[in-house]
């Protein structure tokens, strides 16, 4: 069920990043910004408005902090799969859930 959960928010993150990507991309859209020598240059991520700032932060922490969840879950999942395995092959009585 972690892993599961943990799955859950990672893809509400990725569909949150997706959507913060496009409103970037509009909000932006519009600004061209030139370089000394006439090339294109880039908007650094401390120019941009607070509000994408803090909303891509929280995005990627989210992201993260499912991912990590859904690894956690699954690891602890395949140690007790581990475990019964173990305990029935030993001739133990194990409860299946």
Same mark, same amino acid.
């Given at each position: 069920?972690?892993?599961?959960? *943990?799955?859950?928010?990672?893809? *509400?993150?990725?569909?949150?990043?997706?959507?913060?990507?496009?409103?970037?991309?509009?909000?932006?859209?519009?600004?061209?910004?030139?370089?000394?020598?006439?090339?294109?240059?880039?908007?650094?991520?401390?120019?941009?408005?607070?509000?994408?700032?803090?909303?891509?932060?929280?995005?990627?922490?989210?992201?993260?902090? *499912?991912?990590?969840?859904?690894?956690?879950?699954?690891?602890?999942?395949?140690?007790?799969?581990?475990?019964? %395995? %173990?305990? %029935?092959?030993? *001739? %133990?009585?194990?409860?299946?859930?």
């Amino acid at each position: 069920m972690r892993a599961l959960t *943990g799955a859950i928010i990672a893809a *509400g993150a990725m569909i949150g990043l997706g959507l913060t990507a496009l409103g970037l991309g509009t909000r932006y859209q519009d600004l061209i910004v030139r370089a000394s020598d006439g090339r294109l240059a880039f908007i650094k991520f401390s120019e941009m408005d607070t509000a994408m700032m803090v909303i891509l932060v929280s995005l990627l922490a989210t992201l993260l902090i *499912g991912l990590a969840i859904t690894f956690i879950g699954l690891a602890y999942h395949h140690e007790r799969r581990l475990r019964e %395995h %173990h305990l %029935h092959a030993a *001739g %133990h009585k194990t409860i299946d859930v």
